[in-house]
C-alpha cells in the first residue's frame, strides 16, 4: 500500500519555535550561529583526528564518529528551522516528513551508543589500565561502532514502519521546528497504541538503557580515582567528568523529559525548549566539552597551525 492510500495528508506545516516577529531576525542569527560553531567545531575534531597519529586511539575513533554524527544530527532539523524563520514557508511533504523522523530516530540513537561506547571506554582507561589495550581492541572498538549503527537503524526504521501505517486526516500542525514522532502520534487518526508501546520499549533500549551504563562508569570512575586520594588528580577528575556529566545529563535529561515523562507535566513550549537543548545546543557543546578542552586535542591544534604557518612562510 502506498504513503497516499494511507493518509489524506500531502503535507505537515511545521510552526517552529514559539517566538515573536520582531525578535525572529535575533534568533535567526543565534541559531545560525549555533549551527555554523557546531559543523565548524565537530569538523575540526575529525580533520585534527584523521592528520595527528597520536590522536589515533580508541578514544579519538569515538569521538570522530561522535563528531560526524552531531554534524548530521543538527543538519537534519536546523536549516529546516532557519529556511522557516526567514522564508515563513512552514510545509513539509508527507514523504519529508517521513524521511526527517527516520534521521532524526536513527541520529538520536547512534549520539546515545556513541557516548555510552566513550563512557565505557573511559572506565576501561581508569578502571583496568593495564588490560586497556587487550580489552579496547581495534576490532572492539570497530564493532561497538558497527553495532551502534545497526541498533539505531533497526529502531529508526521500526519507528518510521509503525508511524507510515497510521492515516492522518484533517489537522496537519505540528507544533515543533521538526517532525517529532511524538506530536505526529497526536495528529493521527489511527490506533497508536502499538506506537507508544514500541517508544516504551526501544526507548528503553536506546535511551534510557546507555544513560544507566553512562552513569554506571562515571560511578566506578569516581569511585577508582578517590582510592588513590590526590588533590590534583581529583581536580583535573571533577573537571573532565563533570563537564561530560554535565553534557550527557542535559541531553538525556531533555530526551527523558519530552518522550518519557506523562504529557499532563509540560507544555508544547517545554517540549520545544528540550528538543532545542538536545538538538542544537549539546550538539555544540560536545567538541568543546569532549575535546578541544582536552591537552592532546590542543597539542594537535597547536601543531596544525605552526605547519600552516610554517608552509606559508
Not at 8 to 25: D, K
Not at 250 to 263: D, M, N
Not at 278 to 304: E, H, I, Q, W
Amino acid at each position: 500500500m502506498t504513503m497516499e492510500n494511507q493518509s489524506s495528508v500531502s503535507e505537515f506545516l511545521l510552526l517552529g519555535l514559539p517566538i515573536q516577529p520582531e525578535q525572529q531576525g535575533m534568533f535567526f542569527a543565534l541559531f545560525l550561529g549555533m549551527y555554523l560553531i557546531t559543523v565548524v567545531g565537530n569538523l575540526l575534531i575529525i580533520l585534527l583526528i584523521r592528520l595527528d597519529s597520536r590522536l589515533h586511539t580508541p578514544m579519538y575513533f569515538f569521538l570522530s564518529h561522535l563528531a560526524l554524527t552531531d554534524i548530521t544530527f543538527s543538519s537534519v532539523t536546523v536549516p529546516k528551522m532557519l529556511m522557516i524563520m526567514q522564508t515563513k514557508h512552514k510545509s513539509i511533504p508527507y514523504a519529508g516528513c517521513l524521511s526527517q523522523t527516520y534521521f532524526f530516530i536513527l541520529l538520536a540513537d547512534l549520539d546515545s551508543f556513541l557516548i555510552t561506547s566513550m563512557a565505557y571506554d573511559r572506565y576501561v582507561a581508569i578502571c583496568h589500565p593495564l588490560h586497556y589495550t587487550t580489552i579496547m581492541s581495534q576490532g572492539v572498538c570497530v564493532m561497538l561502532v558497527l553495532g551502534s549503527w545497526v541498533i539505531a537503524c533497526a529502531c529508526a526504521l521500526w519507528h518510521t514502519l509503525l508511524l507510515a501505517r497510521l492515516s492522518f486526516c484533517a489537522d496537519n500542525i505540528i507544533p515543533y521546528f521538526f517532525c517529532d514522532l511524538a506530536a505526529l502520534l497526536k495528529l493521527s487518526c489511527s490506533d497508536t497504541s502499538l506506537n507508544q508501546l514500541v517508544i516504551s520499549t526501544a526507548g528503553l533500549t536506546a535511551i534510557m538503557l546507555p544513560f544507566v551504563c553512562i552513569l554506571v562508569s562515571y560511578g566506578h570512575i569516581g569511585a577508582t580515582i578517590l582510592r588513590v586520594p590526590s588533590a590534583k588528580g581529583i581536580c583535573k577528575a571533577l573537571s573532565t567528568c563533570g563537564s561530560h556529566l554535565s553534557v550527557v545529563t542535559l541531553y538525556y535529561g531533555a530526551i527523558i523529559g519530552v518522550y518519557f515523562l506523562p504529557s499532563s507535566n509540560s507544555t508544547n513550549d517545554s517540549n520545544i525548549i528540550a528538543s532545542v537543548m538536545y538538538t542544537v545546543v549539546t550538539p555544540m557543546l560536545n567538541p568543546f566539552v569532549y575535546s578541544l578542552r582536552n591537552k592532546d586535542m590542543k597539542g594537535a591544534l597547536r601543531k596544525l597551525f605552526s605547519k600552516r604557518t610554517y608552509s606559508s612562510n
